[in-house]
């Protein structure tokens, strides 16, 4: 719920600064502090919509069935690795 609403305000401020920074576009040929303006506007916005989706990607997998997982291993080819078992790291030849 909390998350839904985030992800809401944080797309409604992206579409929001958007708007600002192309109304603020036209002023750039009289004001010269209108055009940084403009590409902080855009910018801001592009960040915002992109860290909602980084928001929602994790639940749109998860829903489809392809549950994340907290082990790295699942996702490194780490599974022959003597530091990930112990009992290589003890069998040294003495």
């Known amino acids: ?3 839904d ?3 809401g305000m944080l797309i409604l401020s992206g ?3 958007t708007c600002l920074g192309l109304y603020n576009g036209r002023f750039a040929h009289r004001i010269p502090a209108a055009v940084p303006y403009s590409l902080l506007m855009i910018s801001a916005a592009t960040w915002a919509v992109l ?3 980084n928001l929602l990607i994790p639940r749109v997998r998860y829903e489809n069935n392809y ?3 907290e082990d790295p291993d ?3 080819d ?3 690795n003597p530091s990930r078992n112990p009992e290589a790291v003890l069998a ?3």
């Open 1 to 3: 719920m909390l998350i």
């Open 5 to 7: 609403m985030i992800i």
């Open 15 to 17: 579409i929001s600064m």
């Open 51 to 53: 860290y909602a989706l």
């Open 67 to 69: 549950p994340l997982s």
């Open 74 to 76: 699942d996702y490194t």
């Open 78 to 80: 780490n599974h022959n």
């Open 92 to 94: 040294v030849p003495g």
